[in-house]
């Protein structure tokens, strides 16, 4: 039964599995690793409740010096529906209004409500580029495996999405503004943690391990087979 529309600490594990790099991760770690990055994210809430009380999040995105700007698009990318975006370098938040009516309506909530809610969720990644550091670097696994050789070191990105539920539950929580409507049948914002690079570097990988007979030698697929 769920009572928020973010998940909680328990079921924002789930997002690990939908990060590409999800198969790398040992099973024994993946409760562990979740854990601490929405306790990072509660961390995060509970110092910015601290330094900024009684402000809304719209304010507490104004005295960090951050635009939101407001588009009226439903914003869909394959089959991810963005509700809004972060872009660090132009300290500017944009929100897709379309998009957030659709999962407001789903999740019985006003428009206002879910907006504050996303609008949250962005603050955190905010404060990562600022001040925490990337949450995604808090566990890392190879970026390029082939057999047993193993290349360079990559963060997870979902980690960064479950710090920023973290945020946005503790920050609601403490306010006593979390939504109460049981939606059991209601979908949950999915923030699907893509990683585009991992993309480029299996195929840079595969290109090296394809044209390079070391490589080939070292993973063991490169063993001529006797026979007819």
């Known amino acids: 039964m769920r009572v928020y529309p973010f998940p909680d600490k328990i079921a924002s594990r789930e997002e690990l599995k939908r990060d590409l790099l999800y198969r790398r991760i040992p099973p024994q770690d993946l409760a562990a690793i979740a854990d601490r990055a ?4 509660a961390a995060a809430a509970r110092a910015a409740l601290e330094e900024h009380p009684d402000k809304s ?11 939101v700007e407001h588009r009226d698009v439903d914003k869909v990318s394959g089959s991810v529906r963005y509700f809004s975006e972060y872009y660090s370098g132009r300290k500017t938040i944009f929100i897709y209004d379309a998009s957030v009516r659709k999962w407001a309506a789903a999740n019985g909530l006003t428009q206002d409500a879910a907006e504050e809610l996303i609008l949250s969720h962005e603050i955190f990644h905010h404060y990562e580029c600022t001040r925490l ?3 995604s670097r808090q566990y890392t696994v190879p970026q390029v495996e082939l057999g047993p050789v193993r290349l360079g070191k990559v963060g997870i ?4 999405e479950i710090g ?9 929580e403490a306010r006593g503004k ?21 993309f480029q570097s299996r195929d840079t990988a595969k290109k090296i391990f394809e044209d390079n007979p070391i490589m080939r ?8 087979k006797h026979g007819k």
């Open 57 to 67: 999040i719209y304010a507490v995105a104004a005295a960090e010096g951050l635009a």
């Open 133 to 135: 550091g990337p949450t």
């Open 157 to 160: 990105r979902a980690l960064s």
């Open 178 to 198: 979390l939504p109460h409507r049981e939606r059991p049948d209601g979908p949950a914002l999915r923030n699907h943690a893509v990683n585009s690079q991992q």
């Open 164 to 172: 920023a539920h973290g945020f946005s539950y503790t920050w609601y």
């Open 217 to 224: 030698a070292l993973s063991g697929k490169g063993r001529m």
């Open 38 to 41: 929405w306790e990072t994210g």
